[in-house]
């Protein structure tokens, strides 16, 4: 079972507001991914670190979207302006390593609803 | 433009049958494909993972895989009520290693 935790579970926000989600990564693990999976099933990678290095992002996380893994934090992701198309569920996972068959854990994720 | 297709959208089996779910990217440069399951509500769980050509079985899951067309295949024999959930395709390059999902196939096996 998946030991990712992520906080919170639910999050409501108005349009333009900032909407910030944390996530532990699994003990272990230092590399961490985010995706954002709309109500069509759709997936969409949106960042991820190994320890506190940004090794890879989309054009959208680099403008409205800003993400850190702080040594010895939990590592979060913030909505700076909140828009009606971010309604979504929101997925932390975590990986042991870089190697391409080592597998993602994903956390329980943060569904966040723009008002 | 999705580049991982997956099909049928939707299945329906009956308890005890067998669910036959496909998945092709488009992708050349993919080296790893992944197969997980979402329960509604729920967060994504692998099932299964296969990387070289051919077949792998884990109890009633067997994968199949075809590289040069970048084409695997996931069967659940003697599918159970629960096993009622979305099922996910994703591959993923030996660069980054992010994800690439498809839009999933929804299996619904009815007792």
């Known amino acids: 079972n998946s030991k990712v935790i992520q906080t919170p579970r639910y999050l409501v926000k108005g349009q333009g507001q900032k909407a910030k989600m944390r996530c532990i990564p699994e003990k272990g693990h230092p590399v961490v991914f985010w995706y954002q999976q709309n109500k069509n099933n759709e997936f969409k990678f949106l960042i991820n670190?190994?320890?506190?290095?940004?090794?890879?992002q989309i054009d959208m996380t680099e403008k409205r979207f800003s993400a850190e893994c702080p040594s010895n934090s939990p590592c979060s992701l913030e909505i700076q302006s909140s828009e009606a198309g971010d309604s979504a569920l929101y997925l932390c996972?975590?990986?042991?390593?870089?190697?391409?068959?080592?597998?993602?854990?994903f956390g329980p994720g943060t569904r966040l609803t723009v008002l | 433009q999705q580049k991982v297709q997956q099909s049928p959208e939707s299945l329906i089996v009956p308890e005890g049958g067998m669910a036959s779910l496909n998945c092709t990217s488009s992708?050349?440069?993919?080296?790893y494909f992944w197969w997980y399951r979402q329960h509604s509500g729920k967060s994504p769980k692998m099932l299964m993972s296969i990387f070289s050509n051919g077949e792998k079985e884990e109890g009633r899951f067997t994968v199949h895989l075809n590289k040069a067309s970048l084409h695997t295949s996931l069967h659940i024999r003697d599918s159970q009520p629960s096993d009622s959930a979305l099922y996910l395709c994703a591959a993923s390059d030996s660069g980054y290693n992010k994800l690439t999902f498809g839009k999933g196939t929804v299996l619904l096996v009815s007792p």
């Open positions: 996972a975590s990986r042991r390593d870089w190697g391409g068959d080592a597998e993602q854990f």
């Open positions: 992708d050349r440069n993919v080296d």
């Open positions: 670190f190994q320890n506190q290095e940004v090794l890879q």
